[in-house]
């Protein structure tokens, strides 16, 4: 049997191992031995394999020896055993200059401090690229003030990770445990969150922070700030605004509806959006509120999913965009026309729309959206119609409007007039539904 009995020993000693605990009445980990295991790092066969591998290593002692040493451990220092023994292992392979015997020490004493591991514990040893010792050392400091298990938590889940690792550095994180303000920090987190957000990659940002505290935090500002931030990052039409132009003049719906505009633009890959006017972008910003949200959006929203990809300049300039949006803001019946009157999918082109607001009677219009929808669907100059008297269309759409009842009747015909009338009653109910549907999406 190759057994290292001093590598155990150890790890008999520092964990204050009892070979009598599996008959304890808390343990949890009794039974069939492999059921229980795969229970406890809810594995399958291989995964099992990868925990006997790892663990005996770890120990020095053979894999078909290992249920002697395991059985009996509660779930939950099962989970925690696995995990420093892939870091341990996974840390070996990689580094030559690897202190095995040292670092064995430190994981078991890691191993033995945890009493009741919880979710950051696996989450540093798993998702960080921090030491055995720093593990220990963080250990330490949290078994003295286990309050500060709840803000360590909080920032590794809001640090982005890279390669599958946290890029919270051990030195910042102790830094935040730390500081006079870490209660303070983590009972308010929600509030001192998006400044930490921009400040990831700072190594001073727990300083800053303090001082941000001691001269009066805002949240408010770092709040707009981040989202400023998450709207200009990717790559597109609003790369060259300025942040503190955009801070000066802020509003939820006006970055919003900037983010949308560069998602509709996004598909162009002409590279011209490299080129688009800022102060066209600043004007449509500064020019957006509450009231003209809604049907901007709307125009927005044809240009992002009715005009082809690389296509989105040369169909949709953002001068004509600008216009129509100075349209709305300067005529409530243009406002009216594309939020109720019109259903925006119908037009050909956004050159139409600009065209139909620059130049046709919207206020006539607004009031026979049925007229609209006519000349629409039979590629009628709709400024021109906007202008002449609706007799002539009138009469056609009663035409195809009887024809279609008698095409309906058609369709329905039963010699039981009964049938016939449940028949046509179910058409109704259907027209019905379906105009209740469409207003609801107008709105």
């Keep these: 049997m190759n057994i290292n009995t001093t590598n155990y020993q150890k790890f008999q000693t520092l964990t204050h191992y009892n070979s009598t605990q599996k008959h304890n009445k808390d343990v949890s980990f009794k039974g069939n031995y492999f059921n229980t295991l795969s229970h406890a790092i809810r594995g399958n066969e291989q995964k099992i394999a990868d925990f006997k591998s790892n663990v005996s290593a770890l120990f020095g002692i053979s894999g078909k020896d290992l249920e002697k040493y395991t059985q009996g451990i509660k779930k939950d220092k099962i989970k925690l055993l ?31 401090n945890i009493k009741t591991p919880q979710q950051v514990h696996s989450r540093l040893v798993q998702e960080t690229n921090y030491t055995f010792a720093q593990i220990k050392q963080f250990v330490d400091t949290t078994n003295k003030e286990p309050q500060k298990l709840e803000l360590a ?59 941000e505290i001691i001269n009066g935090y805002n949240k408010t500002t770092y709040q707009k700030r981040l989202k400023i931030s998450e709207t200009l990052k990717e790559e597109g039409i609003l790369n060259n605004l300025s942040i503190k132009e955009l801070e000066r003049n802020y509003q939820d719906e006006k970055i919003d509806l900037l983010h949308n505009l560069q998602q509709a633009y996004s598909g162009d890959l002409t590279g011209q959006n490299k080129n688009q006017s800022n102060e066209i972008l600043m004007n449509i910003y500064n020019s957006t509120n509450k009231s003209n949200n809604k049907a901007r959006n709307a125009v927005i929203s044809y240009i992002q999913t009715r005009i082809e990809i690389n296509k989105k300049f040369e169909k949709a300039p953002l001068e004509t965009v600008e216009r129509i949006f100075k349209k709305i803001d300067d005529d409530k019946q243009a406002q009216i026309f594309i939020e109720k009157t019109i259903d925006i999918n119908e037009l050909e082109s956004i050159s139409q729309l600009d065209a139909i607001l620059q130049k046709s009677n919207l206020e006539k219009l607004n009031k026979r959206p049925d007229i609209v929808s006519y000349g629409l669907a039979q590629k009628m100059n709709i400024s021109e119609l906007s202008h002449q008297e609706f007799k002539d269309v009138d009469a056609q759409i009663k035409k195809i409007r009887y024809e279609n009842k008698k095409y309906q009747e058609s369709i329905y015909y039963h010699p039981n007039p009964i049938i016939m009338d449940l028949h046509r009653m179910k058409t109704k109910i259907a027209n019905y539904v379906e105009k209740i549907v469409k207003n609801f999406n107008k709105q």
Aim: no cysteine; proline share 3%; net charge negative.
């Design 82 to 112: 696995y995990k420093l023994a892939e870091k341990f292992n996974l840390e070996s392979y990689k580094n030559s200059n690897f202190e095995r015997e040292k670092t064995q020490e430190i994981a078991f004493e890691i191993y033995r």
């Design 153 to 211: 938590y909080k920032l590794l889940s809001t640090y982005p990770t890279q390669l599958s690792k946290s890029t919270l550095s051990f030195e910042t994180m102790e830094k935040f445990l730390s500081s006079k303000y870490a209660q303070q920090i983590n009972r308010n987190y929600n509030d001192y969150k998006p400044f930490i957000e921009l400040n990831e990659e700072n190594p001073n940002i727990v300083e800053q922070l303090e001082q």
